[in-house]
């Protein structure tokens, strides 16, 4: 059992994580005993060639994908030990994603995607969280764009301000900055990190950019599945 210093300190939490596919009659190995810890407030990149396992990480450190044995321990809870529904409970309290093609729903407008989020934990007061946020993103005069009328940047900001609408605990970014150009690129970087300084937010990002991964206060490398 953790204490709760340990707990305090370690907001996520590997133990020889491992995961593997069957292809056909073959078994693959996509994850090797991946042992990691990430303690509350840092900002971690994982970098690693294409094909290493980077995404199937950040599935398994969301409890979005199951390992096929290990574990991962979410600011004190082994998240594999709950049913599916506690699971995304869990999740809904204390994660925020940011994914590299945004993923904002297409029906619904940049206000009404921020929003969702705060609806679905119960806020009482999702609209004027949404409509700060979006303010804080630089997008005030975009709120009742839908995603296909915004630029890819503009997207990026909406589907950070989502992410950082519950103000989660852990933001977890697949390739923030894979789709944009460097410029706005760039700005992505900085909102990110500016929002993580004033909301304390811990950081784990997968990215192919060096700047972005040299702007985290921590690389981890996957080889092949590994940790370098
Ligand atoms: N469901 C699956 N079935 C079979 N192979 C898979 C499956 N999921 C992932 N893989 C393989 O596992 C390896 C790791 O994939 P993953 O997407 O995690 O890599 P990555 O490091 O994120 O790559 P990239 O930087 O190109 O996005 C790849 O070779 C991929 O083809």
């Given at each position: 059992?953790?204490?709760?210093?340990?707990?305090?300190?370690?907001?996520?939490?590997?133990?020889?994580?491992?995961?593997?596919?069957?292809?056909?009659?073959?078994?693959?190995?996509?994850?090797?005993?991946?042992?990691?810890?990430?303690?509350?407030?840092?900002a971690v990149a994982i970098v690693g060639a294409s094909g290493s396992g980077k995404s199937t990480l950040l599935g398994l450190l969301a409890g979005l994908d199951v390992p096929t044995s290990g574990?991962?321990?979410?600011?004190?809870?082994?998240?594999?030990?709950?049913?599916?529904?506690?699971?995304?409970?869990?999740?809904?309290?204390?994660?925020?994603?940011?994914?590299?093609?945004?993923?904002?729903?297409?029906?619904?407008?940049?206000?009404?995607?921020?929003?969702?989020?705060?609806?679905?934990?119960?806020?009482?007061?999702?609209?004027?969280?949404?409509?700060?946020?979006?303010?804080?993103?630089?997008?005030?005069?975009?709120?009742?764009?839908?995603?296909?009328?915004?630029?890819?940047?503009?997207?990026?900001?909406?589907?950070?301000?989502?992410?950082?609408?519950?103000?989660?605990?852990?933001?977890?970014?697949?390739?923030?900055?894979?789709?944009?150009?460097?410029?706005?690129?760039?700005?992505?970087?900085?909102?990110?990190?500016?929002?993580?300084?004033?909301?304390?937010?811990?950081?784990?990002?997968?990215?192919?950019?060096?700047?972005?991964?040299?702007?985290?206060?921590?690389?981890?490398?996957?080889?092949?599945?590994?940790?370098?």
């Amino acid at each position: 059992m953790a204490s709760p210093k340990l707990v305090k300190e370690l907001l996520l939490q590997t133990d020889t994580l491992t995961k593997q596919v069957s292809t056909g009659d073959k078994k693959l190995t996509i994850l090797k005993d991946i042992t990691l810890e990430v303690k509350a407030g840092e900002a971690v990149a994982i970098v690693g060639a294409s094909g290493s396992g980077k995404s199937t990480l950040l599935g398994l450190l969301a409890g979005l994908d199951v390992p096929t044995s290990g574990k991962v321990h979410l600011d004190g809870t082994d998240i594999f030990a709950l049913d599916e529904d506690s699971r995304a409970a869990l999740r809904g309290k204390i994660l925020g994603f940011v994914f590299q093609s945004f993923q904002l729903l297409p029906a619904l407008t940049a206000l009404e995607n921020v929003m969702l989020p705060l609806e679905l934990s119960g806020s009482p007061s999702a609209d004027s969280t949404a409509y700060k946020l979006l303010e804080r993103v630089g997008l005030k005069m975009r709120l009742n764009h839908y995603p296909k009328q915004l630029s890819g940047g503009e997207q990026q900001r909406v589907a950070i301000a989502r992410a950082f609408a519950t103000d989660p605990k852990l933001l977890l970014a697949d390739e923030p900055t894979g789709n944009l150009d460097s410029s706005t690129g760039k700005q992505i970087i900085e909102l990110m990190f500016e929002l993580n300084r004033e909301h304390g937010t811990t950081l784990v990002l997968v990215t192919h950019d060096e700047e972005l991964s040299q702007r985290c206060s921590r690389q981890i490398r996957l080889v092949d599945g590994m940790l370098a």
